[in-house]
């Protein structure tokens, strides 16, 4: 199955200088319990933007046009048919981690969809794509905490593509 997760403010903005414009614990650790035991997709901008590190218990698979790209603890891949015939292969989730570029690649075979969406608004320069809305139906939404470490409000969505 593919699926993908990101978290955005209120006008869709994902990154700034490829990382996040926000500091939410909560959505870090959402983001863990979902793709622990899972594999995880992403541009090599993306991945060097996290630190250039392969997360713990998951898979990490780089997407690059650069043959010559390698990096410790990670599959590189060069193609979406590549990336789209491991998660065929795959009984886990293949989880669609950004940036813009490979969410909009991957957005037409997605299955799921998980979205946190901070009330707020905040400063950047990536934003995630258009999504045709009516092509999905909104299967659960659950309010994150607020607290000390997470001063945002914020809800966890998840999205099931609509049967054709």
């Not at 622990?36 to 090599?44: A, K, Q, S």
């Not at 250039?52 to 698979?61: D, Q, S, V, Y």
């Not at 292969?89 to 997605?110: K, M, R, S, V, W």
């Amino acid at each position: 199955m593919l699926a993908a997760i990101w978290a955005q403010d209120e006008q869709g903005l994902i990154g700034k200088g490829n990382v996040l414009p926000w500091h939410l614990p909560n959505d870090l650790k959402f983001f863990k319990k979902m793709t622990e035991n899972n594999t995880i997709v992403m541009g090599r901008k993306t991945f060097e933007g996290m630190g250039g590190k392969a997360l713990p218990n998951r898979k990490t698979i780089v997407l690059t046009r650069d043959h010559t790209y390698q990096a410790e603890g990670v599959e590189v891949m060069h193609s979406i048919e590549a990336v789209l015939r491991y998660a065929e292969e795959f009984t886990g989730i293949t989880f669609i981690a950004g940036g813009a570029n490979i969410y909009q690649d991957f957005l037409p075979y997605c299955d799921v969809l998980y979205r946190t969406v901070i009330h707020e608004v905040f400063d950047g320069d990536t934003v995630f794509p258009e999504i045709n809305w009516d092509e999905w139906t909104l299967i659960n939404t659950s309010e994150g905490e607020v607290d000390e470490k997470n001063s945002y409000p914020h809800d966890y969505e998840t999205y099931q593509r609509k049967s054709a």
